[in-house]
């Protein structure tokens, strides 16, 4: 019955603890490129990939209190995780592009690295889009396409820092 493709109990721990571990590294992430705002805010590079962290934390997060919400059925969940990662995937795509246009840190600018993120947030409208139609598969490809998304942008946070500190030390030698 297509009513029961999304069976909420069985996957209300999975939400909780990717929703909370997603809030909880957002805010960490935070606070880290706060501490560098500066430095971020002057390259588009850096400017972008904080923005597409964040705003991939912000998706993940939100996907996951959607589907913590009552009365959610497989459509409209499928819809509202449709829309998220469309959304989120299009900051993620149009950031790099921008990055490009506006000359930002070539060596930080990795086209493996978008069509990576890329596929993970067609992975989520791919499997959002079949759990609309009714089939279980296209829940199990989206939440495992946001699994696969968080050590990601893990590790694009972790590059951002790591690009700053290159930009701190090249200022501090120069002064």
Avoid at 135 to 149: F, K, M, N, T, W
Wanted: glycine letters at 12%; proline letters at 1%.
């Amino acid at each position: 019955m297509a009513s029961d493709v999304y069976a909420r109990g069985e996957w209300r721990d999975f939400f909780v603890m990717v929703g909370g571990g997603t809030a909880a590294l957002a805010g960490l992430v935070f606070v880290a490129m706060s501490l560098n705002l500066t430095i971020i805010a002057q390259d588009a590079t850096h400017r972008n990939r904080a923005i597409g962290t964040l705003t991939g934390f912000a998706s993940v997060f939100a996907i996951c209190a959607l589907a913590l919400l009552g009365d959610q059925t497989h459509l409209s969940l499928g819809i509202e995780w449709l829309v998220v990662a469309a959304i989120a995937g299009s900051i993620y795509v149009l950031g790099y592009f921008d990055a490009v246009r506006s000359g930002g840190s070539s060596a930080a600018l990795s086209l493996g690295r978008v069509l990576f993120g890329t596929a993970c947030y067609l992975s989520q409208i791919v499997g959002a889009s079949l759990l609309i139609a009714a089939h279980v598969e296209g829940l199990y490809l989206a939440a495992g396409a946001i699994v696969v998304l968080i050590p990601y942008m893990i590790s694009g946070a972790w590059l951002l820092l790591v690009g700053v500190h290159g930009e701190q030390v090249e200022q501090e030698a120069t002064k």
